[in-house]
């Protein structure tokens, strides 16, 4: 943490993630797994998401709450998906959870608290797709959610076919 303070270069706080209190700490031999730290403010939580690995995470602090959901439909219509709360859980200090690829590990997770937590997530090698899902349960609506780097490569790629369909 004083290594975050002071400015140095590790943990890099520079480096683009999908989530914005996530850090990296280290990345194995071709992305075989990858090991983050993650710090929650009083009340933050993720959107409801999937993953394209599988993972551990675990909390250094107290209060940190795991929500999973199940999705009810069959995936088959574009940016819809139905959602129902499968369990909620809190871990406490040393405790761990884990977490699977696509539709079996959709959940969110966030600290209730009132004080700040950190957490430690061992991730596995991540599948080819570019994205992760983001889920509004309310709206029954799905959104991709890309690191800065190939969100902008992406709206680069569609600004291009839209300029060449008016040509």
């Known amino acids: 943490m004083q290594s975050i303070l002071d400015g140095d270069a590790f943990p890099d706080t520079h480096h683009p993630t999908l989530f914005d209190n996530e850090l990296v700490l280290h990345v194995g031999p071709d992305r075989a797994y990858s090991l983050r730290m993650y710090l929650w403010g009083p009340g933050e939580y993720t959107a409801i998401h999937d993953h394209n690995a599988w993972g551990v995470i675990g909390t250094v602090t107290e209060g940190f709450e795991v929500i999973n959901y199940s999705r009810l439909d069959d995936a088959s219509r574009e940016g819809y998906a139905e959602l129902q ?68 490569a992406y709206l680069a790629a569609e600004a291009l076919r839209t300029l060449g369909s008016h040509a």
């Not at 009132?114 to 959104?143: C, E, H, M, W």
């Open 85 to 152: 709360e499968r369990e909620r859980f809190f871990l406490r200090s040393g405790e761990s959870a884990h977490t699977y690829p696509l539709d079996r590990g959709i959940h969110m997770t966030g600290n209730p608290t009132l004080g700040t937590i950190i957490t430690l997530s061992l991730y596995g090698k991540p599948l080819a797709r570019p994205y992760i899902q983001s889920f509004d349960a309310v709206n029954r609506r799905v959104l991709r959610i890309m690191s800065p780097r190939r969100k902008k």
